[in-house]
């Protein structure tokens, strides 16, 4: 992602280098426990935290600008002559608008899975919600 936004490759291997060899040792009562090497860098409460969330926020607003561009997804309007909206991220979620359709159901499904396989991620689609505008009928076209 880092690369994608044009940082310099020496800046992306700094903090790749800060991710890939993360290293824990709990102290309590004069012992030391470790070190415990995480599966995956990254824990939260890390100080780099927030910055990380920021650029891989930028990189799938990026990717959903793209889709919109393509006209593949369309967002929605909270009230008449507002803008279209199609998405909102917050700390773990993501809430993304379009029209209920199969077509651009598909194209959200898309896009969350290129996004999460760009990341080495996956979507849990167990724990995610689809809502409808109460103007939606039961069947898409």
């Not at 044009?6 to 291997?13: A, I, L, P, Q, Y």
């Not at 890390?46 to 393509?70: H, K, M, N, Q, V």
């Not at 929605?76 to 993501?94: E, K, Q, W, Y």
Request: charged share 15%; glycine share 8%; net charge positive.
């Amino acid at each position: 992602m880092l690369s994608r936004l044009g940082f310099d490759e020496k800046w992306v291997r700094l903090i790749y280098g800060c991710l890939s060899t993360v290293q824990y040792n709990i102290v309590s009562s004069g012992y030391t426990l470790g070190p415990i090497v995480p599966s995956r860098g990254l824990r939260q409460g890390d100080p780099i935290s927030p910055y990380l969330f920021l650029i891989c926020a930028e990189g799938f607003s990026t990717l959903i600008r793209r889709y919109e561009e393509r006209k593949w997804i369309h967002g929605c309007r909270v009230a008449n002559g507002a803008p279209l909206v199609s998405h909102i991220l917050f700390a773990d979620d993501s809430f993304l608008y379009c029209k209920a359709t199969n077509e651009e159901v598909s194209y959200i499904i898309n896009l969350l899975e290129s996004f999460a396989k760009a990341l080495g991620q996956w979507v849990n689609f167990a724990k995610s919600t689809v809502f409808y505008s109460s103007s939606t009928t039961s069947t898409m076209t």
